[in-house]
């Protein structure tokens, strides 16, 4: 059985991710990492909003980012979070 801390933490995960946004935007960095403006861009989204959505992703450490300049970069950190958007696609 499962602890519940354990329980607790993917609970979290999961309120995370059922904003179609934040999806979205999942979707976006699976393949290549991007800037907020190309996330932006990608998703016809304000950067400002691409970037209050990023917020919690990166709190779960679902994204990581790069800074370069005054650019910063956004990718998956794990190959888990890719899995999880395919599976949940083959189930609709």
Do not use: F
């Not at 309120?15 to 998703?43: F, G, H, M, Q, Y």
């Amino acid at each position: 059985m499962m602890e519940e801390t354990e329980a607790l933490k993917i609970s979290e995960v999961l309120k995370v991710l059922a904003d179609p946004t934040r999806i979205r935007i999942l979707s976006a960095i699976s393949n290549d990492e991007l800037c907020v403006c190309e996330i932006a861009s990608a998703l016809e989204q304000s950067q400002s909003l691409v970037s209050h959505q990023l917020r919690p992703l990166r709190h779960l450490g679902l994204v990581k980012l790069r800074k370069n300049g005054r650019n910063m970069y956004y990718s998956l950190n794990n190959a888990g979070v890719s899995r999880i958007l395919k599976e949940c696609k083959k189930m609709i």
